[in-house]
């Protein structure tokens, strides 16, 4: 079955600190995804990439750094992190336009 | 520019009753439409997808959806809910020429036992 998996799943961070989130996927798909949710709102797209050493931005990509060095994984940077990026992520991975196969997230508190 | 219209941010029915989420696109080109589901503290899941073909379209747990091309929809439906369907629904729109997909702001789905 496909699968998604994402690094960590949770994570506190300070204010101004650098935050990786990593995301792997098994399904042999082209294109991958970050999306961030706040409460109880929908999904923002932030980056996304449909081929290894590139990366396209987004929706919402200010904040916000993306690295596919290969075609199963795809992390998110945050360079300095910020209270307004508390928020849960999501990593997605897909063929173009099908359906998309998401992770289970990874929820950020800044503090 | 593609768009996901979900007009009801929650929905409560009791538990048996039937249920309709409603969805409405723009998009110039042919669709792709997609329903997700969010249990609590997880990931989106596919429910079902429509790409081609037979407007009414069968997913999970006994969901199906039709699309309506004249009325530009893709209204999610299923006979007698249960109580754990409740959950937040997405609706989502993409095509075989475009890069992202665009998603609703999601239903909140409540069932009362």
């Known amino acids: 079955e496909a699968a998604v998996t994402q690094s960590p799943r949770s994570k506190v961070a300070v204010t101004g600190g650098k935050v990786t989130l990593s995301c792997h996927q098994t399904n042999n798909h082209d294109y991958m995804y970050w999306y961030r949710q706040d409460t109880g709102h929908g999904l923002r797209l932030i980056h996304y990439?449909?081929?290894?050493?590139?990366?396209e931005k987004g929706d919402i990509p200010d904040g916000y750094k993306a690295s596919r060095p290969s075609q199963e994984n795809f992390s998110l940077i945050l360079e300095l992190a910020s209270l307004s990026q508390t928020a849960v992520y999501f990593c997605?991975?897909?063929?173009?336009?099908?359906?998309?196969?998401f992770g289970p997230g990874t929820r950020l508190t800044v503090l | 520019a593609q768009s996901v219209t979900q007009p009801d941010a929650r929905v409560t029915v009791s538990e048996g009753a039937s249920l309709q989420l409603r969805c409405k696109y723009s998009?110039?080109?042919?669709?792709?439409l997609f329903w997700y589901v969010q249990y609590p503290r997880q990931g989106l899941q596919l429910l079902l997808k429509y790409y081609s073909g037979d407007p009414v379209v069968q997913g999970v747990n006994g969901f199906e959806a039709e699309f309506i091309k004249s009325n530009s929809s893709f209204h999610l439906r299923k006979a007698s809910v249960h109580w754990s369907d409740s959950a937040v629904y997405f609706c989502?729109?993409?095509?075989?020429?475009?890069?992202?997909?665009?998603f609703g702001t999601g239903t909140r789905l409540q069932v009362l036992p």
């Open positions: 998009y110039s080109g042919t669709p792709y």
């Open positions: 989502a729109v993409s095509s075989s020429n475009t890069n992202k997909v665009v």
């Open positions: 997605a991975s897909s063929d173009r336009g099908r359906e998309q196969y």
């Open positions: 990439s449909y081929v290894a050493d590139s990366t």
